[in-house]
């Protein structure tokens, strides 16, 4: 007897389609109707289940976000406890980074819409501060204070520039443009995720030393 998957609940596939044309597109650049075409339902099951297109972007940012969050603190969390409740940078880098990496390698389109969707919003003078704050910014807190518990002498204002620094490199890595792959010929691939995290963090991690504990009173 042939493997049957059945369909996706609709809602799901409202969501999974709109998560997709959102990632591509960008907020303006989508429609309810379009979403409803993609998904295969009529545009007024999404008023019915989500009402305006805002609350179903709300919605779509969201979903992902409590799973990546949950993930990101559990690993903080083994973190603290594998050290006595003082972590390395690496260790502190590297809880943050590492779920990102083991959702990209599930091999899920979803999740590979979603990332290119953070990076897409976080870098938005329109979104960015409304949905990242809403979405990461508790989380993100967290990791804050252990980054100043890492390096007590460090300038606080130093610590956030260097998160700022950080937030952007992994923007720029999570929308996936292609460029570097343009820039260098094709001998760096974004979809090679073991590398780009197994780099990344060395990088941010040199970036946190250099900027607050070489400089820790915020001199230059």
């Not at 379009?34 to 099951?45: N, Q």
């Not at 820039?183 to 963090?201: A, F, K, P, Q, W």
Request: hydrophobic residues 45%; glycine residues 8%; proline residues 5%.
């Amino acid at each position: 007897m042939p493997d049957y998957t059945p369909p996706a609940p609709k809602s799901e596939r409202i969501l999974n389609a709109a998560e997709e044309l959102f990632a591509l597109h960008g907020f303006d650049g989508v429609t309810l109707r379009g979403i409803a075409t993609a998904a295969g339902v009529d545009v007024a099951l999404l008023n019915y289940h989500f009402g305006v297109k805002k609350k179903l972007f709300e919605v779509v940012f969201m979903r992902r976000a409590e799973i990546l969050n949950e993930a990101r603190l559990n690993a903080l969390l083994e973190a603290e406890a594998s050290s006595g409740g003082r972590p390395s940078l690496e260790q502190i880098v590297s809880a943050f980074l590492r779920p990102i990496q083991r959702f990209q390698l599930t091999g899920d389109e979803g999740w590979r819409n979603y990332l290119a969707l953070v990076g897409w919003v976080n870098s938005s003078s329109v979104w960015g501060e409304e949905m990242m704050h809403k979405s990461f910014d508790p989380l993100v807190a967290r990791f804050i204070e252990a980054l100043k518990k890492n390096m007590p002498d460090a300038d606080p204002q130093r610590i956030y520039w260097a998160y700022q620094f950080f937030s952007g490199a992994l923007t720029l890595t999570l929308a996936q443009t292609g460029r570097i792959g343009r820039l260098s010929d094709g001998l760096c691939r974004e979809s090679d995720v073991e590398t780009v995290y197994d780099l990344m963090i060395p990088f941010v991690v040199a970036g946190f030393r250099k900027l607050c504990m070489e400089h820790p009173e915020g001199g230059a």
